[in-house]
């Protein structure tokens, strides 16, 4: 037997799956509401039943003990299969209850009187009901308010679910209807494959930048139009269930065979704009997951994260849609139990080191700087590289939580080493969600006063530079940052066309030359070319240059005729430890004290 979700049928058992599913706080008010009825009436028993197919279940009741019993000896049947009223002033003179078990038996029902519950579809899910072991008249004027009370209950019970089930922005059906509607279908007799398609097609963080601007009824306007353009644009079909799972985000339950897919969906959605209201449109980048399953087989709650597995394989990729993918989800679920490792790493400050490494001036052979580089030695896989933990922290807020624990560790070593000669300035990695944090320059600089040291000790340098540049409010943490006297730099400068445009619109102080940018210059004419040009229009506009990755004696000797500032690379020195980085400087140190004494020496 196939089942449609949107049928008349299915409507009241999924209505009736929600009504026996546990929820203390509904609950607790429905037996409020038979109490008020046993009062109003002046009939000591009540109770709110609720019927199925074979049985009648009491969801609440007032000094009424039966709790089940079977549908066909329910007297509430009598008034949901006739949709109306049923009075029963005396039992025992009703040849339908003269034998009845539950009148003969306890609970020893003599009087009866029981109401429908209809919601606003229509659909009858049980009954409100007063009864008593003795016989009672039961007027018109008590019928009215037996009825007024039962639509109380309905209305509550509409409110209770409207609340627990669907989303108040969009109206669409939410996660928790979602996860409902699966567990129904693993209870049915269809066994046929289906399909749950995510869909994410708003970008939240600048949605809620915009939103800071022009108010947050901007942002509730655009995720209503795009729960409006989604049905228009699909054309889901009646079995076919729309969601919303979360802010900007969309779900599609449907069957495996449907012509809907999440590669079909994200081809459908390309181009579309959305509306912020005032005739602003916001863009849809539209990205899609799929995941395919019987039902039954899989648990609602792994059907759904399988979904998102695939979902975020296809933001983190890049790609319109990707379908679950097994050894995909297992990385995944590897790279989750990395990141809580993490989270222990850094709250009990176990495993995490700083390795620094030198910036060295071109022009006197001597050091200038530091940059500090995370790493973490794991307790079970040994020393790991930045890139295997740095790119998962950075699509979380543990990137922040990351970025206080390095900033704190160098401004230790900067107070540590204050006044000593060996001291240099240091510079750390920060990320576009910390330099648009709130408060964020104001707190750097605290800590250094707090330490009694210059601002112009700890470098920043700039991490996802599009993003800032995308962010009005990263752009002002950056220059508040510069107006503190915190010295920007611009990393991995020179590897693609936008970095010139950079230039223009952020305040730095210092340009980082990507390794890929002039590794080359000994060996190839044309990166001698482009190198020589872009060293020379640094220049001109006045900010310090810097190369990374200097590998060889060649390439520094190029560096030096192009008029570069600094360099830093294996050719100096690989990052080191904090105590390999003192004795590392201790002998530069020594080195040059050395050559100030040799005769002949200039100081140049």
């Known amino acids: 037997m196939?089942?449609?979700?949107?049928?008349?049928?299915?409507?009241?058992?999924?209505?009736?799956?929600?009504?026996?599913?546990?929820?203390?706080?509904?609950?607790?008010?429905?037996?409020?509401?038979?109490?008020?009825?046993?009062?109003?009436?002046?009939?000591?028993?009540?109770?709110?039943?609720?019927?199925?197919?074979?049985?009648?279940?009491?969801?609440?009741?007032?000094?009424?003990?039966?709790?089940?019993?079977?549908?066909?000896?329910?007297?509430?049947?009598?008034?949901?299969?006739?949709?109306?009223?049923?009075?029963?002033?005396?039992?025992?003179?009703?040849?339908?209850?003269?034998?009845?078990?539950?009148?003969?038996?306890?609970?020893?029902i003599r009087f009866y009187a029981g109401v429908p519950l209809k919601n606003r579809e229509g659909i009858v899910l049980g009954t409100l009901c007063v009864t008593d072991t003795a016989p009672h008249s039961f007027s018109a004027e008590q019928l009215e308010t037996l009825t007024q009370l039962a639509s109380l209950v309905m209305s509550f019970l509409e409110g209770w679910h409207s609340a627990g089930f669907v989303d108040p922005v969009t109206g669409l059906p939410n996660r928790q209807r979602l996860i409902r509607d699966l567990?129904?279908?693993?209870?049915?007799?269809?066994?046929?494959?289906?399909?749950?398609?995510?869909?994410?097609?708003?970008?939240?963080?600048?949605?809620?930048?915009?939103a800071r601007s022009i108010g947050i009824e901007a942002l509730e306007t655009l995720l209503k139009d795009v729960a409006t353009l989604l049905p228009l644009r699909l054309r889901p079909a009646k079995s076919e269930s729309l969601y919303t799972i979360a802010t900007g985000r969309f779900a599609l339950l449907t069957r495996a065979g449907s012509p809907l897919s999440?590669?079909?969906?994200?081809?459908?959605?390309?181009?579309?704009?959305?509306?912020?209201?005032?005739?602003?449109?916001?863009?849809l980048s539209t990205r899609t997951g799929e995941t395919t399953f019987v039902c039954g087989e899989t648990p609602a709650h792994e059907t759904l994260r399988r979904a998102i597995s695939a979902l975020h394989e296809a933001i983190a990729l890049g790609m319109p849609s990707m379908r679950f993918s097994q050894t995909s989800d297992v990385q995944s679920r590897d790279d989750g139990v990395l990141m809580n490792d993490l989270v222990a790493a850094i709250r009990e400050d176990n495993g995490l080191w700083l390795a620094y490494q030198p910036k060295i001036c071109l022009r006197t052979g001597q050091p200038l700087g530091l940059e500090a580089l995370v790493r973490w030695r794991h307790p079970l896989r040994g020393e790991l590289s930045p890139a295997l933990f740095v790119p998962l922290a950075e699509q979380t807020e543990l990137l922040s939580k990351l970025t206080g624990w390095v900033t704190d560790r160098a401004i230790g070593r900067l107070k540590r080493l204050r006044n000593s000669a060996i001291q240099l300035p240091i510079?750390?990695?920060?990320?576009?969600?910390?330099?648009?944090?709130?408060?964020?320059?104001?707190?750097?600089?605290?800590?250094?006063?707090?330490?009694k040291l210059p601002t112009s000790m700890l470098g920043i340098e700039c991490m996802e530079t599009e993003r800032i540049i995308e962010n009005p409010t990263a752009m002002r943490g950056l220059e508040r940052l510069k107006l503190k006297g915190f010295n920007i730099s611009l990393d991995d400068f020179g590897t693609g066309s936008s970095n010139i445009g950079y230039l223009r619109r952020m305040p730095l102080d210092i340009i980082k030359l990507d390794q890929?940018?002039?590794?080359?210059?000994?060996?190839?004419?044309?990166?001698?070319?482009?190198?020589?040009s872009i060293i020379n229009m640094l220049k001109d506009l006045d900010y310090t240059v810097v190369a990374e990755g200097v590998e060889d004696a060649n390439v520094v000797s190029a560096l030096k005729d192009y008029g570069c500032d600094q360099a830093q690379g294996f050719f100096y020195s690989r990052p080191l430890p904090d105590e390999e980085i003192d004795k590392w400087l201790s002998w530069k140190l020594r080195d040059q004290c050395r050559s100030n004494l040799q005769p002949g020496y200039t100081g140049t």
Request: overall charge negative.
């Open 516 to 532: 890929s940018l002039i590794s080359e210059i000994s060996s190839d004419t044309a990166s001698r070319i482009i190198a020589r």
């Open 262 to 283: 999440a590669e079909w969906i994200a081809e459908r959605m390309e181009g579309i704009n959305a509306e912020l209201g005032d005739g602003i449109y916001l863009a």
């Open 183 to 210: 567990q129904y279908l693993a209870a049915s007799p269809d066994p046929a494959p289906r399909r749950l398609i995510l869909i994410d097609c708003i970008d939240m963080p600048r949605a809620y930048e915009l």
């Open 427 to 451: 510079t750390i990695n920060v990320g576009s969600h910390d330099i648009a944090r709130e408060g964020f320059a104001s707190m750097l600089e605290d800590k250094m006063i707090r330490s």
């Open 2 to 108: 196939l089942i449609n979700l949107n049928s008349d049928i299915d409507r009241r058992v999924r209505a009736l799956n929600v009504l026996r599913h546990p929820d203390e706080s509904r609950d607790e008010v429905l037996s409020k509401f038979v109490q008020l009825a046993s009062q109003a009436l002046g009939i000591p028993g009540s109770f709110i039943s609720v019927l199925d197919d074979d049985y009648q279940h009491v969801q609440a009741a007032h000094n009424f003990a039966l709790t089940q019993s079977t549908r066909e000896n329910a007297l509430c049947r009598y008034v949901v299969d006739s949709d109306s009223p049923v009075i029963v002033p005396d039992t025992r003179l009703d040849a339908r209850f003269v034998m009845h078990p539950l009148i003969a038996g306890a609970p020893f």
